[in-house]
């Protein structure tokens, strides 16, 4: 279409036809002929437009008898607005939403998937079962509560996949972050994804501690609960090797290493069994031609004692000092000590015979509570003076209970200065009774054929008196003189102390 200027026209003071029309210019009239119009205007009934249409800003194309849809440019912006009580419909197969640079920002395709853009590169596109995200996923929410998902009536919630053969879930915080990672498995990162806490294998076993769960729980490490209850627990593997029932009983099969056992008394390293309404119980079961064992041992041998019962022969053995045998019990009761001594460490305690005593007798005691033996020293003396020379001077005694036996062997070389009726001193206890002794041999002497020499003593002393017995004189005391300066005598006594 070509336009005139209003300058351009020609000046002309009356139409010459109903095609002109008049104008004022400046005071000088001009006329505006059919040609100087559109040459082509759209009629009222509609037609095709060949040219632009432009609209200043803030001037609105107007659609509908309410004039409810509105197109405009407000200088900022561009509107496409619908003021009335409708909505916007756009109906096509598909739309494309480009930038000014023709990079895409969105893409909504008839029967296919609506996609979306960052940079001209595909972020979310919808799918015939849901959504499919490149890139990570961000979500804020109020209430603690991020996001929610809701599956509807499907079991189906969430699936994350990954087309590496690796998948990982980080989960962040302003402390720190944690890791999950999945390959046919699920192990768990904390410490920012540096320490690995614990792994499900692909066949559910669980491990802490270690990669490589061969249980349905593996633990390498310390476990520590505040109870546990079970109707069962199997290693899973050829053969059970703990049980716990439903009536908490607990069962061992095979060998069991404790390491340290913390029970509800005690310290660490102590295992107590406690019932409060029954007798408390461990029962040991064994084969019937073999043996149950105890063991005790330290940090380097954990085979140093025990205590082992014999099925077989229904004995009872104790080892000590790296498994050697000291003691049996066995079937009759009867107790052997195969090494070392039987020691009562109590003073006053023993064996006690009362269950063999015969009741026919009035009977004191029936406890065996000292048996002992040692030597003492026999010394000749008058009593006063005790320095005679000695060239045997031995002395033994036996103390089983309260009976003492004595010995002695002492022969001299010269009597000193002891004088008169001699007594033998040194017992290793007081008397608690008159007793009197045997000599058994004598040499040396200076006494008479046919005397004969004896010995007694009273209660509370610790000598013997030694005596002459002839049949003349009867009873004297030994004389220095009789004993001569060489004379040795063997002499042995029991007394009750």
């Known amino acids: 279409m070509a336009y005139t200027k209003v300058s351009a026209l020609t000046a002309k003071t009356t139409p010459a036809g109903t095609e002109e029309l008049l104008i004022n210019d400046g005071g000088v009239s001009k006329k505006i ?97 849901g959504i499919d995200v490149t890139g990570s996923v961000t979500c804020d929410g109020s209430s603690n509560i991020a996001s929610t998902f809701n599956s509807g009536s499907s079991n189906l919630v969430a699936s994350f996949t990954s087309t590496d053969t690796e998948a990982e879930i980080q989960l962040i915080d302003t402390t720190g972050s944690a890791v999950i990672k999945s390959r046919n498995d699920f192990r768990f990162f904390v410490n920012g994804g540096s320490t690995r806490a614990m792994d499900i294998s692909s066949t559910g076993n669980v491990g802490i501690g270690t990669t490589t769960p061969a249980a349905k729980l593996d633990v390498n490490g310390t476990l520590a609960c505040d109870g546990f209850t079970s109707t069962g627990i199997d290693d899973n593997a050829t053969s059970t090797a703990i049980t716990i029932d439903a009536s908490e009983n607990v069962a061992l099969v095979g060998d069991a290493l404790l390491g340290s056992l913390t029970g509800f008394s005690g310290g660490t390293g102590a295992l107590t069994i406690a019932d409060s309404a029954s007798n408390p119980t461990i029962s040991i079961r064994g084969p019937d031609a073999g043996t149950a064992n105890i063991y005790f041992g330290d940090t380097t041998d954990w085979t140093q004692g025990a205590i082992s019962y014999d099925f077989s022969t229904d004995a009872m053995r104790f080892y000590t000092s790296n498994i050697n045998e000291r003691m049996r019990i066995d079937s009759s009761g009867n107790v052997k000590v195969n090494t070392g001594n039987l020691v009562i460490g109590t003073s006053g305690k023993g064996i006690d015979f009362s269950a063999v005593s015969d009741g026919s007798r009035s009977v004191s005691s029936n406890l065996l509570d000292d048996y002992e033996e040692g030597t003492w020293t026999p010394t000749w003396s008058d009593g006063t003076n005790a320095d005679a020379t000695y060239t045997i001077r031995n002395g033994f005694y036996t103390k089983i209970g309260n009976k003492v036996s004595v010995y002695c062997d002492i022969a001299i070389t010269s009597l000193g200065t002891i004088s008169g009726i001699l007594r033998l001193t040194g017992l ?37 008196l030694m005596n002459i017995w002839d049949t003349a004189a009867g009873l004297t005391g030994l004389l220095d003189t009789e004993l001569s300066s060489n004379g040795r005598l063997m002499v042995s006594m029991e007394y009750f102390a």
Do not use: W
């Open 33 to 129: 002929t059919q040609t100087n119009l559109l040459s082509t205007a759209l009629p009222l009934a509609g037609g095709t437009m060949t040219g632009d249409v432009s609209l200043g800003d803030n001037v609105k194309a107007k659609f509908g008898a309410g004039d409810d849809l509105q197109i405009y440019h407000t200088g900022l912006a561009s509107f496409i607005e619908d003021v009335g009580p409708g909505g916007i419909v756009i109906k096509t197969n598909n739309i494309s939403i480009l930038s000014d640079t023709n990079e895409s920002i969105a893409q909504f395709t008839s029967n296919g998937a609506v996609t979306l853009y960052h940079d001209n590169l595909s972020k979310l596109a919808t799918t015939s079962t």
């Open 428 to 464: 290793p206890f007081p008397t608690g009774n008159q007793a009197s002794c045997t000599v058994g041999f004598t040499s040396s002497l200076n006494t008479t054929a046919g005397h004969s020499i004896t010995g007694r003593t009273s209660s509370g002393n610790t000598y013997i």
